[in-house]
């Protein structure tokens, strides 16, 4: 593979409990909802301005109230995950080499700019990273390939020689619908739940075993 292409939450850093405790947090103490851990885990993909459609519907929110939701929810997300903020085992070692060989990377995800600048300036790996396409930069969320293909056409890359890491099935779907291979973490979901995916080479729970340091000679 010619390009490395990271999704950010759950895969370069293992904090989607804190998401989801976030979120689940302000739909029910701040919007009045009622939805359980089950409920809510599975809507923890696409931009925010999604996840709250998909929660409440179409019509609660104007977009100005969408936004200051969002926000209030990453500044919860943030103040809470902050002493736990590191990356998974073995990936500070996997970006070094890989910048060592000239390898471009990028970040492609559906977070907001305020959150993935929240890690990449508190890990001080911002370097490392050639693209960053976020959700302000997107028209349509994973599994539409957009993210994806920006990032190739930003690195120079053809999508064919771009190798996606993700821990979601939205996600890897979206890394094929890009026509690009994808490794998988499995932080959040089981390997199982990508199975139906013939893009996804290798699931791991990080980046310690022998198929990822293999990545990079």
């Not at 010619?2 to 701040?30: C, K, P, S």
């Not at 301005?49 to 990453?74: A, H, I």
Request: proline share 6%; hydrophobic share 45%.
């Amino acid at each position: 593979m010619q390009a490395f292409i990271f999704d950010l939450n759950g895969t370069m850093v293992h904090d989607m409990e804190y998401h989801t405790r976030a979120w689940q947090q302000l739909f029910n103490e701040d919007l009045g909802g009622h939805f359980s851990w089950d409920e809510v885990k599975p809507q923890m993909y696409g931009k925010n301005r999604e996840v709250l459609v998909r929660m409440f519907g179409p019509d609660r929110f104007t977009g100005e109230e969408m936004d200051r939701v969002s926000l209030e929810k990453e500044r919860r997300y943030q103040r809470e995950f902050l002493p736990h903020l590191a990356l998974l085992p073995g990936l500070m070692e996997l970006l070094e080499r890989a910048h060592q060989q000239g390898i471009p990377m990028a970040i492609g995800s559906a977070a907001i700019p305020f959150n993935i600048d929240f890690v990449l300036d508190n890990l001080h790996i911002r370097h490392y990273f050639q693209a960053i396409v976020s959700a302000d930069d997107v028209t349509v969320s994973k599994p539409n390939p957009e993210v994806f293909l920006r990032c190739a056409e930003l690195l120079g890359v053809p999508p064919a020689d771009c190798l996606v890491f993700e821990d979601v099935p939205k996600g890897a779907e979206a890394a094929q619908n890009a026509g690009m291979q994808a490794v998988v973490l499995t932080t959040t979901h089981a390997e199982a739940e990508f199975a139906q995916l013939p893009n996804v080479l290798h699931c791991a729970p990080d980046y310690t075993d022998a198929f990822m340091r293999g990545l990079v000679a």
